[in-house]
Nanobody, 120 residues
Framework: HVQLVESGGGSVQAGGSMRLSCVAS?????MGWFRQSPGKEREGVAA???????TFADSVKGRFTISRDSAKNTLYLEMNNLKPEDTAVYYC??????????????????WGQGTQVTVS
């Protein structure tokens, strides 16, 4: 069982930057960030494997960077040039099964509690 704890959310003006962190209780094979806005389905933002293969949603490519520090069991999401449409609750997730992509939301087993990001 993997426990995940996110931090770093808050409010920022459009065009600003923010970094989210997620501390895991172990070193999962694959970790990802997902987000959910009111009235919308949860969607994948980015994912990264333990060997640092990463995938990104088209809507965040060039603006968001995902990284992980295995020594610290920590996942990061660096968000730049934030837009109002990035407003959502952001969730950290993890899995140990093969395959690592933000598109496979259903495959992620472990989830954090979420952290609110508001862009105005």
């Amino acid at each position: 069982h993997v426990q995940l704890v996110e931090s770093g959310g808050g409010s920022v003006q459009a065009g600003g930057s923010m970094r989210l962190s997620c501390v895991a209780s172990g070193v999962p094979f694959c970790m990802g960030w997902f987000r959910q806005s009111p009235g919308k389905e949860r969607e994948g933002v980015a994912a990264i494997s333990v060997d640092e293969y990463a995938t990104f949603a088209d809507s965040v490519k060039g603006r968001f960077t995902i990284s992980r520090d295995s020594a610290k069991n920590t996942l990061y999401l660096e968000m730049n040039n934030l837009k109002p449409e990035d407003t959502a609750v952001y969730y950290c997730a993890a899995k140990n099964q093969p395959g690592c992509t933000h598109r496979s939301l259903w495959a992620f087993i472990y989830w954090g509690q979420g952290t609110q990001v508001t862009v105005s």
